[in-house]
């Protein structure tokens, strides 16, 4: 190939501005339920979303009970990152000593209202 026939066949194909409109044409288009995703793509599946709803029904089933284990479980989890080196976090608060704070304020109120609930029950 020489460099006027490279130059033709750039001139008979579309214009970038075409391209980019194409490209977002094809990247835009809304997709329902059934609709496949774009080749390539893996669909986008709400997994949190489930994992969140199951958390709050545990939560209200289980009451402060619920709560202490969750605290409890999250506050290990962290300690031991902490030990291990992890000074920033990719929950919201970031620093790790701020979720341990958290944690521990949870893991608190928990056990209080685990008593006050044992106290209405049992007469404690």
């Not at 989890?77 to 949870?106: E, H, I, M, N, P």
């Amino acid at each position: 190939m020489d460099q006027a026939s490279d130059a033709r066949r750039i001139a008979g194909g579309p214009q970038p501005s075409q391209l980019v409109r194409r490209h977002a044409a094809a990247h835009s288009t809304p997709q329902g339920p059934g609709t496949a995703a774009p080749t390539g793509q893996a669909p986008y599946d709400p997994l949190r979303l489930c994992i969140f709803a199951t958390i709050a029904l545990l939560g209200w089933l289980a009451g402060p009970v619920a709560l202490v284990a969750f605290a409890a479980l999250g506050f290990a989890g962290y300690w031991k990152a902490r030990r291990r080196g992890l000074a920033r976090s990719k929950c919201f608060l970031r620093d790790t000593r701020l979720v341990l704070a958290y944690l521990g304020v949870l893991l608190a109120a928990g056990l209080y209202g685990t008593y006050l609930v044992a106290g209405r029950l049992f007469g404690v």
